[in-house]
């Protein structure tokens, strides 16, 4: 497609259950960007992909969030056991290898954890 | 030092008239300034970067400022239409953008008829 997909659009979950979140970039993106945006919290930053290998995996927020992309294209993120305070739009970027163009953003899923 | 500070939190303009957010950074090294704006329900959409080799950008009615030595930065948009009424965020990176982004908290703009 022509800008980054995500998927669902919108995910209603219970407590304690495991949810997984999808990213398609835009093709030929080498790095993709998981941000999280709350009311309380902003827009913030969870982890990025470089190919398939994370450099930086600082924003996760705790062990119970997990992130992979496979063959350097889609990328599902993973919450275990979700709590109330993990709802929140999830947003997922891309851009070129070097970052010139500057960062696309997907239209995000929203995560309501009941 | 990672933080960037963006002001006002919600700004009210009248059509026509022109349309001002401030943010400020301390990280120097951040070297890459974009914004972004949000329709409610979408996700931001990239609407003019600067880097700091230069003062001013603009694109159509939307300029950006950039003042170094006080690390501040500001979109201006001229001319604002009831259409530009979103959300808008400010952001920094190092690494020319292939970093993270750290945003600003967000100025919700309401251009008025």
């Known amino acids: 497609g022509a800008g980054v997909s995500q998927s669902p659009s919108n995910k209603v979950t219970e407590k304690g259950k495991d949810v997984e979140l999808r990213c398609d970039p835009i093709?030929?993106?080498?790095?993709l960007y998981w941000y999280r945006q709350s009311l309380g919290q902003g827009l913030e930053f969870l982890i990025y992909?470089?190919?398939?290998?994370?450099?930086?995996k600082s924003g996760l927020p705790s062990d119970r969030f997990s992130a992979e992309r496979t063959g350097g294209s889609v990328s599902t993120l993973t919450i275990q056991r979700t709590q109330q305070e993990d709802s929140a739009v999830y947003l997922c970027?891309?851009?070129?290898?070097?970052?010139?163009?500057?960062?696309?953003f997907g239209p995000g899923t929203r995560l309501t954890v009941l | 030092q990672q933080q960037v500070k963006q002001s006002p939190q919600s700004l009210i303009v009248q059509k026509g008239g022109i349309s001002i957010i401030n943010c400020a950074y301390e990280?120097?090294?951040?070297?890459?300034f974009p914004w972004y704006q949000q329709f409610p329900g979408k996700g931001p959409a990239l609407l003019i970067a600067?880097?700091?080799?230069?003062s001013e950008k603009k694109e159509g009615r939307f300029t950006i400022s950039f003042n170094k030595s006080a690390k501040q930065f500001s979109l201006h948009i001229m001319d604002s239409q009831p259409g530009d009424s979103a959300t808008y965020f400010c952001?920094?990176?190092?690494?020319?953008?292939?970093?993270?982004?750290?945003f600003g908290a967000g100025t919700r703009l309401a251009v008025h008829p």
């Open positions: 970027a891309s851009t070129t290898s070097g970052g010139s163009v500057g960062q696309f």
């Open positions: 093709s030929g993106h080498t790095a």
């Open positions: 992909f470089q190919g398939n290998s994370a450099p930086d």
């Open positions: 990280n120097t090294a951040f070297d890459y």
């Open positions: 600067i880097r700091p080799d230069v």
């Open positions: 952001a920094a990176s190092a690494s020319g953008g292939y970093n993270k982004l750290i």
